[in-house]
């Protein structure tokens, strides 16, 4: 193919070629943490028996046994012995070895959690890190990818536009104007009506609204669009049948209104010569017209068909949700639509392309590898090409709801996840860029304006006191004003604050009820000294000073009802030991967990999102009204495609009054239980794909246009939240000049540039040794051409040490297989270690590596000339992470002390080496720049990404720890209760279940803050693992849909904007650019 086709694929090479030496390092940086996580969820996994995967039905994977090679015997759960079915495993542990673990944790590291509910303690506990943590990082190399992909695309049509010729890249004069184009040429009205006739009067009445009757008009109809829409969403409740009467009569009352009133447009139309002819066709079809076509053909049509053949009118009423765009004339936001795709209509067509190839590529592929999977639900999802393109399609957009593939399944899944989803989202991104340039473009010159007036530099050090005496000093000692001991009582609020919001974190655990129980009453002791202090001394805070009723303003202020939520409740169950409070203690618990809003006061961040809600309203208003109309039209569009949908089944809800044979018309049984589930999906996540055709088609939507648009908002936040940072601590935005992240050790080593090295004291023989060593080590550069140049033995040995270390990352991974480990066996010494690995030779050979860079430092700028700074350097460090356990597991080994299994533990520590590799691709040394680089910015939005973290924890441990959807119990207890025996749905709580069954009752989320916290981080990482919730955490979820991801994932960003300015992603495009002729 030709023209823009073949060059959407050629342009793939451009990227990689352009963005080579950035990706490679980003790269680096991936796979070592792929490598490292994969080990270390090896050893976390490998014993448990809930990671048990079975091709048989029904197995209780909790009577498996698992021997120590790793092989799994579920004989005595109903499957067949090992080794039946011509060698076939029937069950194995899906983390069994660090080949296998790979794909799941490459999974976690694209944010998407198959297995939530099934890790371990330790499992969970990595599961958070990859959550908060580890994703960003991985993130990196498809976040480089794409970007490079839309700078190629922005480079092309720029030099187009410039020479002028004719592209498909070329770019439309004025675009971006076109907003106001199109309103100048259709629905801007120049023309006044005849008033002495009908059609003039309608047409000013309609049209040009001059009167204070049409003005009243315009708002009853806005009136009756919000009440038609809550018509239709209360409709779809079960109420009783004189109230579904009524909303339906006022449904059919409110479309006939609207259609009058479409009819009297119509005609009026033509007093406008442009509307003449033609011009009426395109007077239909343009924006407002055509919403008011949408919204009352289709219930026409239902009418018609209940009226003489029977059925429902709901399919029908649901379009009425599209009057909802009608207030699009105060925003201006669905109309910029248009002029986004026209603008970007080539661009669009190109990588549009490119998606479409990848789509039907990718699920062909899967589709051969798939189709005949033992799995029977794999198969049933890939039995044809169309089938295939569902799943594949939510691969492509960064999901993975399925995980149990065939070994060439895994491996084309993870190239889908680490290249193709940057290319797929191209389009998408390009879509929601261009919506967002629309919307901020008329607002930027005001937002300018207005930050400068509204957003000051707020030290996050108190002002001084303005009062005297008593005062003063109890406002300044509260404040760490002043004298040392004020600096330490500070210092003791911040260590009291964190102490014990992990203490009340912990005493939800059964069994740890009381832990660290007398820390609490020292906590509440020095807080209420601390309250009765700022009290007193309010007088002479600046904020309280200049007021009247400065003690009572105080006690009302934000602050000191956070302290008083936060003591009070302890004082009220100490006073009165049988009260509703004490009876309630366990949730009165979680309002300790508000102290972490006291950190505010010291590092400011929730209290600047009024800050950031002001710079960026005028953006937000249009973007959260376009994000909020979808959101409300494809809830609806939800409802009508699976509120009869019984296609799939899928697990028993309770909740909802469905125990046995649910299906998705159980989850979308009504509008509102459609809205969060819709929610969920418009933050580019499906964790549920029980969906029948009909619902298929509306994601689809979903995922190529809405997710685009809804996730604005939480990008206009993210960035305002960053400007607000950068402008209070007077720091701009990183950039290729900046030396981004230095510190003293980066300072240190310009100042050390051109100086000689110290003389040893040992005399000219040991200088002489440590300049070789040193040559040996690392090359010496060329005072002419500037590169490094190796002897001939430096060379052999610098590519010796990266064959160790390669053998002994093949090791640590052969030896994690089964069957390769059962062969060598687990003894030390076997053959992976004698042969393969030579372990002994690896460990003295890097162990006299590390101790040549300590005899040469003397001679290194890159150690600042000292043995003391290498040993400290991330070098040194990991020198000593990668020999320390071989001599660990030796001395344990000849002691006597240490198993077969023990020892495969410290053979895992082996995977360390990979970082040594650091030599070779600098990467990680730089990550300490980032941080740095990043600090002001992560020490604001990192507080806030905990507060959010720990608080929606806290809703979700109070709803949902007692959610009958999450319940399960031993198949000898009746799911309801049958002649007075209750069964395991219909206890209030797991609890009062297994007092009446003892152990038979268990809850899989939720049940302790802890366990609660791993699931809010995968939530805050995109991927919602449960969605069937009570509605109170229905309500926190669409809280976290709108906002908390968001605010939760501005550090991940910062981070990686850090890691871009360090490691230079973009130098090259600024370069062209500053070179590009004006």
């Known amino acids: ?93 899906v983390y069994q070895s660090i080949v296998l673990s790979s794909f799941w944790t490459l999974m976690e590291l694209f944010g998407e959690f198959p297995l939530v509910d099934q890790h371990s303690m330790w ?100 009136v009756l669009i919000v009440f038609s829409s809550l018509t239709f969403m209360l409709s779809t409740i079960d109420l009783s049948t004189n109230w579904q009467l009524l909303l339906g009569w006022f449904q059919f009352a409110s479309v006939a209104v609207f259609t009058v009133e479409y009819l009297l447009f119509m005609y009026s139309a033509g007093e406008n010569p442009k509307f003449r002819g033609r011009g009426l066709l395109v007077y239909t079809t343009s924006f ?36 909802l765009m009608h207030f699009e004339k105060y925003t201006k936001a669905f109309t910029s639509f248009d002029d986004v795709l026209r603008d970007n209509l080539d661009v669009l067509a190109m990588t549009g392309f490119s998606a479409l190839l990848l789509w039907i590529f990718f699920s062909s592929l899967l589709y051969l590898t798939e189709r005949d999977s033992l799995d029977q639900d794999m198969a049933n999802y890939y039995k044809s090409v169309p089938h295939s393109m569902w799943i594949t399609l939510l691969n492509l957009s960064g999901e993975c709801p399925l995980a149990h593939y065939s070994g060439f399944g895994k491996i084309i899944v993870g ?35 207005e930050s400068s007036d509204e957003v000051n530099v707020v030290s996050s050090t108190p002002s001084s006191a303005t009062g005297a005496g008593l005062q003063t000093a109890c406002y300044q000692f509260v404040n760490g004003i002043g004298s040392k001991s004020a600096t330490r009582f500070e210092l003791s609020i911040y260590a009291l604050i964190v102490a014990t919001v992990i203490i009340g974190v912990v005493q939800t655990v059964p069994g740890y009820e009381s832990f660290f129980s007398w820390l609490e009453w020292v906590a509440v002791g020095v807080f209420t000294i601390e309250y009765v202090l ?127 044979g649910c299906t998705m018309s159980d989850r979308f049984s009504d509008y509102f239980n459609s809205f969060p589930l819709t ?12 969906y029948g055709g009909m619902g298929r088609v509306v994601l689809f939507f979903i995922v190529i246009a809405a997710v685009g648009v809804t996730s604005i908002p939480s990008g206009v936040i993210a960035s305002g939240f960053a400007e607000i940072v950068q402008s209070k601590t007077k720091k701009g935005p990183i950039t290729k000049d900046s030396a981004a992240g230095d510190d003293w050790f980066d300072i240190k080593y310009r100042e050390l540039e051109g100086q000689s090295p110290p003389s040893s004291s040992f005399g000219p023989t040991v200088d002489i040794l440590q300049f070789a060593v040193k040559r040996y080590l690392d090359g010496a550069v060329d005072e002419c051409t500037g590169t490094t140049v190796r002897t001939p033995i430096s060379i052999i040995g610098r590519l010796f040490f990266m064959l160790l270390i390669v053998s002994n990352i093949v090791a640590v991974v052969l030896e994690s297989i089964p069957k390769i480990d ?22 003295l050979y890097q162990h006299l590596d590390y101790s040549l860079r300590l005899f040469s430092a003397k001679k290194s700028r890159e150690a600042l000339f000292s043995p003391w700074v290498y040993a400290f350097t991330f070098f040194g460090i990991v020198d000593i992470l990668s020999i320390l356990p071989w001599y660990v597991q030796w001395i344990l ?122 699931y809010v981080a995968v939530f805050l990482g995109g991927d919602w693992g449960f969605v069937d919730f009570t509605w109170p955490g229905k309500l926190v979820c669409m809280f976290l849909c709108v906002a908390g991801i968001a605010l939760y994932s501005i550090p991940v960003g910062t981070l990686f904007d850090s890691f871009g300015a360090v490691i230079g992603l973009g130098e090259e495009e600024e370069e062209d650019e500053e070179t590009s002729p004006m």
């Open 288 to 323: 407002y017209r055509a919403v008011d076509l949408v919204s009352i053909l289709p219930y026409w049509l239902t009418f018609l068909s209940w009226l003489f053949v029977g059925g429902s009118l709901t399919p029908g009423s649901v379009f009425l949700l599209f009057r």
């Open 534 to 660: 700022r009290f007193i001394g309010c007088g002479a805070d600046p904020e309280f000073s200049g007021l009247s009723f400065k003690r009572i303003r105080y006690i009302l202020s934000f602050y000191s009802i956070i302290d008083l939520l936060a003591i009070v409740p302890f004082y009220i169950a100490l006073a009165t030991p049988t009260s509703w409070v004490d009876r309630h203690d366990e949730y009165f618990r979680m309002l300790r967990l508000l102290r972490l809003l006291k950190l505010d006061k010291y590092i400011p961040s929730i209290t600047l999102v009024d800050d950031v809600v002001r710079l960026k309203r005028n953006v937000l208003t249009v973007s959260c009204f376009a994000a909020l109309t979808l959101w409300v039209i494809f809830a609806g569009l939800m409802y009508i495609a699976e509120f009869q949908d019984n296609s799939m089944e899928i697990d028993p809800l309770p909740l909802y009054g469905c125990v046995d």
């Open 893 to 1014: 080994s000849k002691s006597g002390n240490i198993n077969g299994d023990e020892t495969k533990v410290f053979r895992i520590f082996r995977i360390f080496r990979v970082l040594q590799l650091e030599d070779f691709v600098v990467a990680f040394s730089k990550l300490d720049n980032v941080f740095r680089a990043s600090k002001d910015v992560l020490k604001a939005t990192g507080l806030m990404a905990v507060v959010i973290w720990v608080g929606s924890s806290a809703l979700f441990f109070i709803f949902e720890q007692n959610n009958p959807n999450f319940r399960s119990c031993d198949a000898s207890v009746p799911l309801t209760g049958t002649l007075g025996t209750p069964g395991c749905y219909d206890f209030v709580s797991t609890q009062e279940c297994n007092d009446f069954y003892p152990d038979m009752c268990s809850q899989s989320a939720f049940t302790n803050m802890p366990n609660t916290m791993f």
């Open 123 to 222: 499992g969970k506990v990595l599961g958070t890190i990859t959550a908060v943590f580890a994703c960003a990082v991985f993130a990196l190399p498809v976040g480089i990818f794409a970007s490079g992909f839309e700078a190629q695309i922005a480079a092309r049509r720029r030099k187009e536009g410039e020479s002028g010729g004719s592209s498909p890249m070329v770019v439309k004069e004025g675009g971006g104007g076109g907003v106001e184009e199109d309103e100048t040429e259709w629905e801007i009205i120049d023309v006044v009506g005849d008033i002495s006739t009908t059609r003039g009067i309608v047409y000013n009445f309609l049209h040009l609204q001059n009167s204070a009757s049409a003005k009243m008009f315009e708002m009853c109809m806005n």
């Open 415 to 449: 190239f889908i996840g680490v290249f193709a989803t940057a290319i797929f989202g191209v389009p998408i991104g390009l879509l929601g860029a261009g919506f967002e340039e629309l919307v901020t473009e008329e607002d930027d010159d005001d937002e300018n304006d």
């Open 679 to 690: 929610g969920i999906h418009l933050t580019g996540d499906f964790p549920m794909v029980e």
């Open 822 to 843: 059962k062969y060598v066996g687990n003894e030390p010494g076997n053959i992976v270690d004698c042969k393969l690995n030579s372990d002994i030779t690896s460990a």
């Open 1 to 93: 193919m030709e023209g823009r086709y073949d060059l959407a694929l050629g342009m793939i090479d451009d990227v990689i070629y352009e963005q080579r030496g950035v990706l490679g390092t980003a790269l680096f940086v991936g796979m070592t943490v792929w490598g490292v996580l994969s080990s270390f969820f090896y050893l976390a996994e490998r014993k448990n028996s809930d990671m048990i995967y079975c091709l048989c039905e029904d197995v209780d994977t909790s009577v498996c046994t698992m021997d120590e090679f790793g092989f799994v015997d579920c004989t005595d759960a109903g499957c067949p012995p090992p080794g039946d079915d011509d060698g076939q495993e029937v069950c194995w542990n």
